[in-house]
């Protein structure tokens, strides 16, 4: 069991007694309050930041303990150190808030338990309970607290009434709770007869032993290191270390040995005065010391040699390990139990299979009797037919005889129609012969009809395919000739759409031609006109040449070339062909 499982079984009561009204939720105010507490005993830095964001007033209503398990885990338990706070303060707290509920006894009784002897044995029942909830503690568990409480007061332990309560079927199933354990203790059944101050010290042993991990306490004479004279201490052994006080109130500590692997306990023979003498081996020094007696030397070395074995095996408590040692025991028990139980039902069913068939072997052997008593009468009836079919035979022996003889007679007669028989069976054997041949012939004759039939069936099979093709073809050239016929109309609408176009462009056409016919008649009259224009320009450049022919001497000045710079001007001809154009 982990230290979170520990504190959160303390943690549970102190939740529990916040519920007043048993409805498994608790105020929000109230949860702020043990949260705050529980950082302070865990010594944890409180966040009220993060306590006001987890539990903002979204709503009025309270939180169960599975609301409040995620911020117990996430904002208070996964920030504790082992080591950095003192458990005994967390029970304290949670003791203190569960005992106001819960723990109310009868203060005018003279067995009360203090209350300080109360809170011991709630943590020794949290330490010892199972690791469920609601916390309840095994019968087992409750026979080993009280045995140990009862060895410590040197008492021994019989109650009468613990078997009583033990026997209870609630309590053999799941357990008493803490609140029944303390009241069947302050009952004073189990300290009947011991003071107060005893049974105070023998909790105060148990506690210490238990939740404190004391392996053992008590007075040893230890030698000195360095002055090596003897004194008394009280040692304290706990599975990690030996410490040593100067007396049993453990309030001077005078040293701390550390205990690990490589330890060990050694039996020294007396010398210096001193017996019942053993030394402790570490790796730097070495402890001797002496006990009253050789019990407690041996108790002593018992208990350091645990120690160091609990250290290598990596285990931090005794009573931890010793308890899931029992629980494992308690379930192996458990499973035996079964086990026992399954092979009682087992040998009961066997038994009750065993008496069924000795009943029904009882019944064979009735049946058998019956039986032999039947057969008896057969056999009896069987002899008398015998009898009856003996007398019979030789009736018919007689009888026989005289049918022997006329048979005789009769076989004479027989011997003659055997031979003619004979005959007959010779000439039906040549007939049978012959109708095997004939039988032969129309055997073959069917088979050849057969192959035939066949044949002609092929063939009706093949005229039958050829007919289903040929009909086949026949709805193809329908389809075909109905798919012609439908494109020749179409053929047909285009032809005469086609035509009335063909039509309309040949009027055109004419239109065209007509158009064709009046251009070249008036390219003609212009062709006439324009050679009569180019005779009539030919006919105009004569004359003109004609009239600017040079004058002979005594005549008129003629037209010279501007490009001779002399006074004679070069006749210059006039070219009136551009007047056309």
């Not at 079927?169 to 009952?187: A, K, P, Y």
């Not at 006749?571 to 056309?580: H, W």
Request: net charge negative; proline share 2%.
């Amino acid at each position: 069991m982990d230290l979170r499982s520990e504190l959160l079984k303390s943690i549970w009561y102190g939740f529990t007694a916040l519920d007043l009204e048993k409805s498994g939720k608790v105020s929000k105010s109230q949860l702020k309050v043990l949260s705050h507490n529980l950082c302070t005993v865990l010594a944890i830095p409180h966040d009220p930041v993060a306590l006001e964001e987890h539990f903002r007033d979204d709503d009025d209503g309270p939180v169960s303990s599975q609301g409040y398990m995620p911020y117990l885990n996430k904002y208070i338990l996964d920030k504790v150190v082992d080591g950095s706070f003192e458990k005994e303060h967390v029970d304290e707290l949670c003791w203190t808030l569960t005992a106001k509920k819960n723990y109310q006894p009868d203060r005018t009784s003279f067995s009360i338990l203090p209350e300080k002897d109360a809170f011991r044995l709630w943590c020794l029942f949290n330490f010892l309970s199972e690791d469920k909830y609601p916390l309840v503690m095994v019968a087992d568990e409750v026979e080993y607290l009280l045995k140990k409480t009862c060895a410590a007061m040197s008492i021994e332990f019989n109650c009468v009434d613990l078997e009583d309560l033990f026997s209870q079927d609630t309590v053999q199933h799941s357990g008493i709770t803490v609140w029944v354990f303390l009241e069947l203790m302050n009952s004073g059944k189990i300290t009947r007869g011991v003071d107060k101050a005893s049974i105070s010290m023998a909790i105060e042993e148990v506690y210490r032993e238990i939740v404190g991990d004391v392996l053992k306490e008590g007075y040893l004479w230890k030698k000195g290191q360095l002055r090596r004279n003897w004194k008394e201490r009280w040692f304290t052994l706990r599975p990690s270390h030996l410490c040593y006080y100067t007396g049993e109130d453990r309030k001077d500590c005078q040293g701390n040995i550390a205990l690990d692997g490589n330890c060990c306990v050694e039996v020294l023979p007396d010398r210096d005065g001193k017996r019942c003498m053993f030394c402790l081996k570490t790796i730097s020094k070495t402890y001797e010391m002496s006990a009253s007696d050789t019990k407690q030397r041996q108790e002593w070395t018992t208990a350091i040699q645990t120690a160091i074995r609990l250290h290598v095996e990596g285990k931090k408590s005794l009573h931890k390990d010793l308890k899931l040692k029992r629980r494992e025991q308690r379930e192996q028990r458990e499973k035996r139990r079964q086990g026992k139980e399954e092979e009682l039902q087992r040998l009961r069913a066997l038994q009750e299979e065993r008496e069924r068939k000795l009943a029904e072997l009882e019944l064979l052997k009735e049946a058998q009797k019956q039986a032999q008593a039947l057969l008896e009468q057969d056999e009896e009836r069987r002899r008398q037919q015998h009898e009856q079919l003996q007398r019979a035979l030789e009736v018919q022996l007689k009888e026989a005889e005289e049918a022997r003889v006329s048979m005789q007679a009769e076989m004479a007669l027989k011997e003659e129609e055997a031979e003619r028989q004979r005959k007959r069976i010779l000439e039906l054997e040549e007939m049978q012969k012959r109708l095997e041949e004939a039988l032969q012939q129309e055997i073959k004759a069917r088979l050849d009809e057969e192959g035939f039939r066949y044949a002609q069936a092929g063939l009706l099979a093949e005229e039958e395919e050829k007919m289903k093709a040929l009909m086949a073809l026949q709805e193809e050239q329908e389809e075909y000739i109905q798919e012609t016929q439908r494109e020749k109309q179409e053929l047909k609408q285009e032809m005469e759409a086609k035509s009335c176009a063909l039509e309309e462009a040949q009027r055109q056409l004419e239109e065209v031609r007509a158009n064709r016919h009046r251009v070249d008649q008036d390219v003609v009259a212009a062709q006439r006109k324009l050679r009569q224009a180019s005779t009539n320009v030919k006919h105009w450049n004569v004359q003109m040449n004609r009239l600017m022919r040079p004058i002979g001497p005594g005549g008129n000045k003629t037209i010279t070339s501007p490009n001779k710079k002399t006074n004679n001007k070069a006749p210059y001809p006039l070219n009136l062909s551009i007047i056309i154009m």
